[in-house]
């Protein structure tokens, strides 16, 4: 009697197992092999994808060791989009020969050599760059790191098929545009020195740029006396830098800016004393693609609120004054002209020196009696930060409004920059304002893309 039951638990059991395949007899490694065999090329695509991801932060000394490793590194590392574009930054270079033989290898485009390391300043570098960087036909765009400006010269007879050359920290005091006439196919062309550049040709070899989309002229001296006309010849110019305006004649906005009709970005930068601040303003309004419009270091007269004011087509803005003198003035008639833009304007930069900080405070703790300058002494740090302001202060209800005559001086608001902050942000809702305090000689260097984005 047990022994049937027994019999009949066994047969039971024995009716509810799976039944075995081939595969469960298998040993437990060799069933995992081969499951990693199934999936191999998925597997070796994720760890090639991984690599690849993880090479373009390597420098390029760096990912030539690595494409020792193994066969598959090696492939990795000489994937064309990690040679597309070169950056040389903290990196030291001891040849520039085998430097072109690796670019030319790949067919490297882009070289961005800023920030590159040269040992002793890198002039007995730089004439083996010249004589190397032909070799790399690919190229098509160089960023220059501080080098003389015969680099430059023959880096555009050398390498004609150059779409963009940047160098905007060059060494020497002296250069000739003459050779950049070779580079027909130039699209940019942005050349600036750390002291000054003084050019012993004119411009008349951009004449040969025709398919030239961006110019940054900034540091070059006399300008004015350049041939400066030839830029009106460049009808495909997007963007316009340029600096040293003090000179500039008065037909530079009506005989020169107005032949521009795609010009979308226009950056002047030094336009003080008898620069034509007005003229130059009655072109921009004039001119429906430009955009966004720079003026640095400009002298702030009398009347430019309203010129300001009717450069509706203008979206961008940054202005840095000078502050030279009558600061007062100057705030007051930027603030009346930023105003009057307030449909139009998506981007505002007011620049504000700390110079002008330093003398507004000063100003105002003389104008102070000992109790209120008790009570400033007890502010925090930085509280203290105000510019001077022509009083009525404008805001938008009033700038259709006369200023009444009088015969008393003119008053002056001192007006703290958070303030002016909160009337800029109230009056031009729509509008991303932003206050630089900013030492004067940084000015040069901020920009509307810099700043607000």
Not at 153 to 163: C, D, G, R, V
Not at 248 to 254: A, R, V
């Amino acid at each position: 009697m047990s022994k049937r039951r027994t019999t009949r638990g066994s047969r039971a059991s024995k009716a509810k197992l799976p039944p075995t395949t081939a595969e469960d007899n298998k040993p437990s490694n060799i069933r995992m092999d081969s499951k990693f065999m199934e999936n191999y090329l998925q597997n070796l695509a994720y760890g090639y994808g991984t690599l690849l991801y993880v090479f373009q932060y390597l420098k390029v000394q760096d990912l030539l060791r690595a494409g020792c490793v193994c066969t598959m590194w090696r492939d990795v590392a000489n994937h064309p989009i990690l040679w597309r574009t070169v950056r040389m930054k903290n990196s030291q270079i001891h040849s520039f020969e085998g430097l072109a033989d690796t670019l030319q290898k790949h067919g490297t485009v882009n070289l961005d050599l800023r920030k590159m390391l040269l040992p002793n300043g890198g002039d007995d570098l730089w004439p083996s760059f010249s004589s190397a960087i032909n070799k790399v036909d690919s190229l098509r765009k160089i960023e220059l790191c501080r080098c003389p400006a015969i680099v430059v010269e023959q880096l555009a007879t050398s390498n004609p098929k150059l779409e963009v050359i940047n160098a905007v920290t060059i060494k020497c005091e002296s250069m000739s545009l003459d050779p950049f006439a070779s580079v027909v196919n130039l699209q940019e062309l942005r050349l600036k020195s750390t002291a000054g550049l003084s050019l012993t040709s004119d411009l008349s070899a951009l004449k040969e740029l025709k398919h030239l989309k961006h110019l940054s002229l900034t540091s070059i001296k006399d300008l004015n006396k350049l041939n400066i006309d030839v830029i009106s010849d460049l009808g495909n110019l997007e963007s316009l830098d340029l600096g040293e305006c003090t000179d500039f004649p008065n037909t530079f906005g009506s005989g020169i800016l107005t032949r521009l009709e795609k010009l979308e970005k226009l950056r002047l930068e030094k336009g003080q004393g008898t620069c034509y601040t007005f003229e130059i303003l009655e072109a921009v309004k004039n001119m429906p693609k430009l955009e966004q419009l720079e003026l640095v270091n400009f002298d702030i007269k009398s009347g430019f609120d309203k010129a300001l004011g009717a450069c509706t087509n203008i979206k961008k803005l940054l202005i840095i004054p000078t502050y030279i003198s009558q600061s007062a003035t100057t705030n007051h008639m930027v603030l009346g002209g930023v105003l009057r833009l307030q449909s139009t304007l998506s981007h505002f930069v007011w620049g504000v020196t700390l110079e002008l900080l330093r003398v507004t405070e000063l100003f105002v703790d003389q104008c102070e009696d000992s109790e209120k300058k008790d009570k400033k002494e007890k502010k925090p740090a930085g509280s203290g930060d105000s510019i001077p302001v022509l009083k009525p202060v404008p805001f938008l209800g009033d700038l259709s409004e006369q200023a009444p005559q009088t015969t008393e001086p003119p008053q002056v608001e001192i007006l703290p920059l958070p303030n002016l902050q909160k009337l800029l942000l109230q009056n031009l809702p729509t509008t991303r304002v932003k206050i630089l305090k900013i030492p004067f000689h940084a000015t040069w260097r901020q920009t509307i893309t810099d700043t607000v984005n």
